[in-house]
């Protein structure tokens, strides 16, 4: 059983409010195409998540929210795609 316990933030960015949610590593499965992939932060909307930065252990919370502030600023309010 793992120990892995699933973090939340909910963050306030130019007046819109966005939804992190954490996931744990997950191993590669060639039968299914799938890479593997470290734990991540991912961003929730609509029933679908997309991934944004990898979840380092003991992050501080404020470099944490600057660095997902800085991710949205990059690839959901930029004017050209990231």
């Known amino acids: 059983m793992s120990s892995y316990k ?7 960015h130019r007046g819109r409010e966005f939804h992190f949610v954490s996931y744990e590593a997950c191993h590669a499965n060639p039968r299914k195409g799938e890479v593997a992939m470290p734990a991540t932060w991912f961003l929730m909307s609509a029933g679908k998540r997309w ?29 050209s795609p990231a």
């Open 51 to 79: 991934p944004v930065i990898t979840q380092m252990p003991d992050q501080d919370p404020n470099k944490l929210i600057a660095a997902l502030t800085h991710w949205l600023d990059r690839n959901v309010f930029s004017s």
């Open 6 to 12: 699933t973090d939340q933030h909910h963050l306030i």
